[in-house]
């Protein structure tokens, strides 16, 4: 079954084509990665996957609703998270979780934020202000917020920007041990190749608003003929190498 | 999961009533310029009252006092609903509200909910100062005060709406409005003065203001202890067709903004 289907999503800011007429789908429990550069369009898809952005054209499907006409029904089932999207920084860190608790309609919602902050080692600083804490801490918090509704789709932009390496592997080991535990659907935009290498089972290599390829990153080594993403992905961004045929 | 329109609106309030809990600047100036405003108001009055023969003096203060208290209605209404959603941009935090379930609307109601506790706070303690200071009791109105309350509230709510519209389209550079808008708007308000007093042209514009309609309402049952039904019925109507107005602007600089991806960066 698709969790999210997309189909032609096109979006055009007056002479700017942002996003071309991309195609894809993604099964329900893959984790799949948005990989490319700066202006390649990962984020303005996922605004138009998360009903934040009207598309110029195309269609979007996730969990089976259509995201033109019936949005707020496939909202409630997944979530967000972007360090580029704050949470309020005067509220403490379990104010933050019970508004956001409460948004998504969450039962036994303090027991909720109870196992959240233990998975998340957030129990300490449950009332510390959002605005108090480290880079590391607010992606937990972030993260908290993003799972609160234990969401089947979970769209995650540059979940570990500006973290330090042991945070940031920290948050993907996470990350892996929770679709594993919850089939959750995850779909992640990333500059980080290492991170798509390790998380995802799909790579959509985006560049200026088009999918120019994609495939499982051992498909795309093996077709480009490279040791690791990173070399693929300078491939592309560069015109270096074309892919091999499958 | 179980998510309803009432507990969506209830946590956007827990939202900004969680930032009053631990701010007692915050508190304090929800009441500090209802009361400035009175203190300096009430001291005015007091000093034309004794200039004047009894009768006279009392009415052109108490005319006073109750413009004054009256149009703060307005103002911390309008506040409460400008600044609440201002919260939201300051704190980066729009980009979270719209991909949840919370509908326009319900955001709306939460706004205005907070909009209500802000005036209530702002208003009260100025109402206490009035009646303690001054010897003026704004509830000797009657019941038709709730009329009243009623009608400048929902004035004061679609001007906040129209001003949320023009920062949905123009960013933080419409900011300024929210606490410039209304003030403007005083002079047509009739607050202190009866509409007959302004030229012509500017006696067109107070006809359509609702708030103008209240404050001549006011007076009569001040001066003459007459409810004029017809002055309320027109701010009434007038309130139903900016609001109108309001929500169809509000509702379109949401699309717009959705359509230029504004949501993730207005603030900036």
């Not at chain 1, 303005?44 to 269609?59: D, F, N, V």
């Not at chain 2, 939201?88 to 907070?114: D, K």
């Amino acid at each position: 079954m698709q969790a999210i289907e997309v189909e032609r999503l096109t979006k055009r800011y007056g002479d700017v084509l942002a996003v071309d007429a991309i195609d894809f789908a993604v099964t329900s429990g893959e984790t799949v990665g948005l990989l490319g550069g700066n202006g390649a369009g990962k984020t303005t898809t996922i605004a138009m996957l998360l009903g934040l952005l009207i598309p110029t054209a195309g269609r979007i499907q996730v969990l089976g609703h259509d995201m033109a006409h019936d949005r707020y029904a496939a909202l409630a089932r997944m979530n967000f998270s972007s360090p580029y999207v704050a949470l309020p920084q005067r509220l403490t860190v379990a104010q933050n979780l019970r508004v956001y608790g409460h948004l998504y309609g969450v039962p036994r919602l303090e027991r909720r934020i109870g196992e959240l902050a233990e998975e998340l080692e957030l129990t300490e600083f449950l009332n510390r202000r959002a605005g108090q804490l480290s880079a590391g801490q607010k992606t937990r918090v972030a993260l908290a917020k993003a799972l609160i509704n234990r969401p089947e789709v979970l769209l995650l932009d540059e979940p570990t920007a500006s973290l330090d390496p042991d945070t940031g592997d920290w948050v993907r080991t996470w990350l892996e041990r929770y679709r594993a535990g919850t089939g959750c659907t995850i779909l992640l935009a990333s500059h980080n190749m290492a991170e798509v290498e390790r998380l995802c089972s799909q790579v959509l290599m985006l560049k200026a608003g088009r999918i120019v390829d994609r495939g499982s990153p051992d498909d795309l080594l093996t077709r480009y003929l490279r040791e690791d993403l990173e070399e693929v992905f300078l491939d592309i961004a560069r015109d270096r190498r074309q892919a091999t045929p499958a | 999961m179980i998510g309803s329109p009432l507990r969506r609106v209830w946590a956007m309030m827990y939202r900004h009533l969680a930032l009053y809990r631990g701010s007692w600047p915050r508190l304090l100036e929800l009441a500090y310029w209802p009361v400035l405003q009175m203190l300096i108001w009430g001291f005015t009055a007091s000093f034309i009252a004794r200039r004047m023969s009894a009768g006279p003096g009392m009415l052109a203060a108490s005319t006073l006092l109750g413009g004054v208290l009256l149009w703060e209605v307005a103002l911390r209404s309008q506040m409460g609903v400008a600044i609440s959603f201002m919260e939201e941009m300051w704190s980066r935090n729009l980009g979270h509200i719209f991909v949840s379930p919370l509908r326009p609307w319900e955001l709306v109601a939460a706004l205005l909910g907070m909009s209500v506790i802000r005036m209530l706070a702002g208003v009260l303690p100025a109402i206490a100062v009035a009646y303690f200071l001054y010897a003026f009791n704004l509830f000797t109105l009657g019941p038709i005060l709730v009329l009243f309350f009623a009608n400048l509230m929902i004035m004061g709510w679609w001007v906040a709406l129209g001003v949320v519209s023009l920062i949905l389209r123009h960013g933080a550079g419409a900011e300024a409005l929210a606490w410039s808008v209304l003030f403007g708007l005083t002079p047509f308000a009739a607050v202190f003065y009866p509409v007959s007093v302004l030229p012509h042209a500017m006696q067109a514009v107070a006809f359509v203001i609702p708030a103008s309609h209240v404050f001549e309402g006011m007076r009569a049952v001040l001066s003459d202890g007459v409810v004029r039904w017809g002055q309320l019925v027109a701010a009434f109507a007038l309130n139903a067709v900016w609001t109108l107005a309001a929500g169809v602007l509000f509702a379109r600089q949401l699309r717009q903004a959705r359509l230029r991806g504004a949501l993730l960066s207005v603030g900036e």
